[in-house]
C-alpha cells in the first residue's frame, strides 16, 4: 500500500496498483510491478532457500519472548523478532545431507555492546544447573552494565526443549541456577545461552555469549 509524506501534496511512497513508487538520493521515481507468474516451477535454489527460512522462523518461534528483549531495536524499521531472523539467517545457519542446523557458537539471543564477560562457567548436581560468571569490572563499570538482567537459555540438541529465566539475575551476581531434571534414562544435550539486556527502557543490549554444552 503506498503512503504519501507531508500530507495530501507530498510525494507517494510504496505500492500503487502495478506502480512502485520510491525515492532514490532524494529523487522521486516511479517504476511497474514485475509479473509474477504464481505458477512457475522453483528452483533448487529458491526450495532451499524457503526450506531454511521456515527451518529459522520455526526454530525461533520457541526463543520469541527471549529475543523480543534481547533484539529490540537492534535493527530501525524492524521488529525484534525479524531482526533475529536477519541475524540467525545470515550468520547462524548450517546445512548438511540431513537437512539444516543451527551453528550454536554463531547463534545470539541478544544482540549490541560486545559482552564483558571473561569466564563462565557451568555445572550440574541435584537437578540444578549452575552458571557462574565474571566480567571486566572497568568495562561494566564504564558502560554502567552492572544492572543489566540475565537472559539464561538452554536448548536440547534435538530441538524438542526450549527453556529457561528471563531477567533472572543482574550481571553483577555473577551466578544464576536453573532448575532442568533428568527426563528419562537417556542422556539430553542441551545447548546454553546467556545474554544481558537492559531493564531501564533504554534498549541496550550486550552480545549474548554460547557457554557451551551440558549433557544430563
Same mark, same amino acid.
Given at each position: 500500500?503506498?503512503?504519501?509524506?507531508?500530507?495530501?501534496?507530498?510525494?507517494v511512497?510504496g505500492?500503487v496498483?502495478?506502480?512502485?513508487?520510491?525515492?532514490?538520493?532524494?529523487?522521486?521515481?516511479?517504476?511497474?510491478?514485475?509479473r509474477?507468474?504464481?505458477?512457475?516451477?522453483?528452483s533448487?535454489d529458491e526450495?532451499?532457500?524457503?526450506?531454511?527460512?521456515?527451518?529459522?522462523?520455526r526454530?525461533?518461534?520457541?526463543?520469541?519472548?527471549?529475543l523480543?528483549?534481547?533484539?529490540?531495536n537492534?535493527?530501525?524499521?524492524q521488529?525484534?523478532?525479524?531482526?533475529?531472523m536477519?541475524?540467525t /539467517? !545470515?550468520?547462524?545457519?548450517?546445512? *548438511?545431507e540431513?537437512?539444516?542446523y543451527?551453528? @550454536?557458537? =554463531?547463534?545470539?539471543? $541478544?544482540?549490541?555492546?560486545?559482552?564483558?564477560?571473561?569466564?563462565?562457567?557451568l555445572?550440574?548436581?541435584?537437578?540444578? /544447573? !549452575?552458571c557462574?560468571?565474571?566480567? *571486566?569490572?572497568?568495562?561494566?563499570t564504564?558502560? @554502567?552494565? =552492572?544492572?543489566?538482567? $540475565?537472559l539464561l537459555?538452554?536448548m536440547?540438541?534435538?530441538?524438542?526443549?526450549?527453556?529457561g529465566?528471563?531477567?533472572?539475575?543482574a550481571?553483577?551476581?555473577?551466578?544464576?541456577?536453573?532448575?532442568?531434571?533428568?527426563?528419562?534414562?537417556?542422556?539430553?544435550?542441551?545447548h546454553v545461552?546467556l545474554g544481558?539486556v537492559?531493564t531501564d527502557?533504554?534498549?541496550?543490549?550486550?552480545?549474548?555469549v554460547?557457554?557451551?554444552?551440558?549433557t544430563?
Open positions: 500500500m503506498g503512503r504519501t509524506k507531508k500530507g495530501l501534496n507530498g510525494s511512497v505500492k496498483g502495478p506502480h512502485v513508487f520510491y525515492q532514490w538520493k532524494g529523487i522521486d521515481c516511479v517504476r511497474t510491478r514485475p509474477v507468474n504464481k505458477n512457475r516451477k522453483l533448487s526450495t532451499k532457500n524457503r526450506g531454511k527460512f521456515a527451518y529459522v522462523q526454530f525461533l518461534s520457541n526463543l520469541t519472548v527471549a523480543r528483549l534481547g533484539f529490540h537492534y535493527k530501525e524499521n521488529t525484534a523478532f525479524n531482526s533475529a536477519s541475524y /539467517l !545470515t550468520n547462524a545457519v548450517r546445512s *548438511d540431513e537437512g539444516f543451527i551453528d @550454536h557458537s =554463531a547463534l545470539r539471543i $541478544s544482540k549490541g555492546i560486545p559482552s564483558p564477560l571473561n569466564e563462565v562457567t555445572t550440574y548436581e541435584d537437578d540444578i /544447573l !549452575t557462574d560468571w565474571d566480567y *571486566d569490572k572497568t568495562i561494566v564504564d558502560l @554502567h552494565l =552492572a544492572g543489566f538482567r $540475565s537459555l538452554f536440547s540438541d534435538d530441538e524438542l526443549t526450549f527453556n529465566n528471563i531477567l533472572d539475575k550481571m553483577d551476581d555473577k551466578k544464576e541456577q536453573i532448575r532442568i531434571p533428568r527426563i528419562n534414562d537417556v542422556d539430553t544435550i542441551y545461552h544481558f537492559a527502557h533504554s534498549s541496550r543490549r550486550i552480545d549474548s554460547y557457554i557451551g554444552t551440558i544430563i
